[in-house]
């Protein structure tokens, strides 16, 4: 039985205090995980469908087996989970800015933990996505069949100023220069569907769409929803 609160860790970073904490709710057995970052709440594992949902969306646009995917936000691992359980993925490469989460990972803390010993086939690599995309060849060529995103809350609001570019245009293009032939983004947002940023991804891609995903929300005894873009390169 668990403690009805728990601190599990706590770590100063550049980003602002980071809390990974654990509490169980009186009419439920199942411990909710939940992550601060200064005074943003991120996550918490009791919202977890648009998450597992937006892998889903983007691995059903791919065709083909030996899958190489780079899922760009580790958080509490429901998307990186989902992506391993399609058997075609033969490559999952995990970007996460923050060290301390990807130690959540290796070290078990979180019920949905992966990492490079639970599953051969993925790598966690510590590195600010945005910033890799503003350099030269950041992948050493790799071109990727799906490349899911789950790091700010949505394009109009984000984490950190440095992230703003990579919802225009020109970061958008960024973006599928490393995307294979028919290969398809996925982005998650908390925000209903924009449809300027629908129109950004347009001008990029093949195809762009903004799929709302319904879930229950039991704290507030009514239906939520997200969004999950998702836009395919020509195959």
Known sequence: MSARFEELDWRPTAMGELVLRRRRTPSSDVDVYEVKLG??????????????????????????????????????GYTARTVLEDPRVGRLTVVEALAEVIDWHRRGLVPASTSESSDGRCTLHHGDLFAMLRADDPFGGRRFDAFVVDIDHSPRHVLAPGHADFYTPSGTARLAAHLSPGGVFALWSNDPPDEAYTAVL???????????VRFPNPLQGREATNTVYVATTPG
């Open 202 to 212: 347009a001008e990029v891609f093949a195809t762009a769409v903004a799929e709302v």
């Open 39 to 76: 005074d943003e709440f991120l996550m918490s594992s009791m919202f977890t469908v648009a998450e597992v949902e937006m892998a889903r969306l983007a691995l059903r646009e791919v065709s083909g087996t030996d899958l190489d995917v780079l899922v760009g936000g580790l958080g509490l």
